[in-house]
């Protein structure tokens, strides 16, 4: 199957920092890919639809200046988080659109992160 | 707005047994219909899929039932394993949406052994 790669896995960060997650798509191309943002024990909440080479696309009440987006290739998409807060403390997944065009989605293994 | 409910939250099987979580949507366009698995820090995994012209779909130990009339579908995993142990969501997308799901809110399956 298709294999969606995340990096850092966990990362700790002091308040006031900035954190870049990549998402990467390892065996196949990713025009659309998805980024989600988990709190424990809850379902995944969907925060952005990142496409290559265009703006992402924001949920409602997610800020887009806080969670910048980029999508620059078919196999890369990036999220930082800026000027990172305790509460912005989570568990933000990738997800990206298969190559077989069937809708199913290939997650990356999540990117733990925590802001002292 | 909560577009798909899953049930039960929680639920605790004994080595062997059934395990049914069920879940229900409102919007008639979806037409996918994933279940994922998930690990404790772990991305979700795709367990198994379904579309509206089916209304059953097996692999394995794991079985969709799909009922398009009252919007409902679940996951039936028989003899049930410890290894088994996890959250599992459902989920929907429709056509439109370029696959973008709607997760139901999880549910985190214990297996006895």
């Known amino acids: 199957g298709a294999v969606v790669s995340q990096h850092p896995s966990w990362v700790i960060c002091k308040s006031g920092t900035s954190v870049k997650i990549e998402c990467r798509s390892l065996?196949?191309?990713?025009?659309?890919m998805f980024w989600y943002r988990q709190f424990p024990k809850q379902s995944l909440m969907l925060m952005a639809t990142?496409?290559?080479?265009?703006?992402?696309?924001?949920e409602q009440g997610v800020e887009k200046d806080k969670f910048l987006i980029n999508h620059a290739s078919l196999t890369l998409s990036t999220l930082t988080v800026t000027s990172a807060h305790p509460e912005d403390s989570s568990f933000y997944i990738c997800?990206?659109?298969?190559?077989?065009?069937?809708?199913?989605?290939?997650f990356g293994e999540g990117s733990r992160l925590t802001v002292l | 707005q909560q577009q798909v409910k899953q049930s039960p939250q929680s639920l605790i099987v004994q080595k062997g047994g059934i395990s049914i979580i069920n879940c229900a949507y409102e919007?008639?366009?979806?037409?996918?219909f994933p279940w994922y698995q998930q690990f404790p820090g772990k991305g979700p995994a795709l367990l198994i899929a379904?579309?509206?012209?089916?209304s059953e779909k097996k692999e394995g130990r794991f079985t969709i039932s799909f009922n398009k009339s009252a919007k409902q579908f679940s996951l039936h995993i028989m003899d049930s394993q410890p290894g088994d142990s996890a959250t599992y969501f459902c989920?929907?997308?429709?056509?439109?949406?370029?696959?973008?799901?709607?997760f139901g809110e999880g549910t985190q399956l214990t297996v006895n052994p």
């Open positions: 997800s990206a659109v298969g190559p077989l065009n069937t809708g199913e989605l290939f």
């Open positions: 065996d196949f191309q990713a025009t659309t």
């Open positions: 990142s496409n290559e080479g265009s703006k992402a696309t924001y």
């Open positions: 919007n008639t366009a979806f037409d996918y």
């Open positions: 379904i579309r509206p012209d089916v």
């Open positions: 989920a929907a997308s429709d056509a439109t949406s370029g696959s973008r799901l709607t």
